[in-house]
């Protein structure tokens, strides 16, 4: 007979299910898609989201043994993230020095891209005034901004938008947790304006 077809099928009990998520997201470092956990489950990638959700109301509550870590959901997946209030602890077990702060250049390329994407960099040296050519290749290679096709005007500009790192980094499961900001606008009226989620294009390849 087939191995594969004596292989018994095993169905996880609700306690198993959160057992086997928290090893697989201890195990990875990084987040992981309800579509995979799904696979390892055996259960629909929605399936797991609800799963998780149920997790992440016992696993964050703080009720029972305290933990140093959180459980952090995101549109597509989840992550097992230490708390910010141990960085301190953290960074001295681990010999790590004080950095990787955001300059103020950086914080604001990258709060036009969140509230404005997808956005390219011409639109953003727009709104800045300046050239914007540093900060976007610094997002880059931070992972808190990433291409996502190119805008179908002359010239075929890259666009960018944010990443899971960037909700990950600033403590948010989506965009919708962004607050809204006031600014004046050309008429000297405030007005309030919160992330935008314009459509996305087709990809193709990028810059």
Do not use: H
């Given at each position: 007979m087939d191995k594969n077809l004596e292989e018994e099928i095993v169905f996880y009990t609700p306690e198993q299910q959160f057992a086997v998520i928290e090893a697989c997201l201890f195990a990875a470092g990084h987040p992981l898609s309800y579509e995979k956990l799904g696979e390892v489950l055996r259960i629909t990638p929605g399936e797991c989201a609800d799963v998780?959700?149920?997790m992440a109301s016992l696993y964050n509550s703080g009720d029972g043994f305290p933990r140093g870590v959180i459980l952090v959901r995101f549109p597509d997946s989840c992550q097992l993230c230490t708390k910010e209030i141990y960085s301190t602890e953290i960074r001295q077990a681990l010999g790590i020095r004080r950095g990787g702060h955001?300059?103020?250049?950086?914080l604001e390329v990258l709060a036009i891209v969140a509230y404005n994407q997808p956005s390219t960099r011409a639109f953003v040296d727009a709104v800045r005034g300046v050239d914007s050519s540093y900060a976007v290749g610094a997002l880059l290679e931070k992972n808190l901004i990433e291409p996502c096709g190119k805008l179908?005007?002359?010239?075929?500009?890259?666009?960018?938008?944010?990443?899971?790192?960037?909700?990950?980094?600033?403590g948010i499961a989506s965009l919708n947790e962004l607050p809204a900001v006031r600014v004046k606008n050309d008429a000297g009226e405030t007005v309030e304006i919160t992330p935008e989620h314009k459509p996305e294009p087709d990809p193709s390849p990028a810059e």
């Open positions: 998780v959700e149920k955001l300059s103020q250049s950086l179908d005007a002359p010239g075929r500009p890259t666009l960018y938008r944010t990443t899971t790192d960037f909700l990950r980094v600033f």
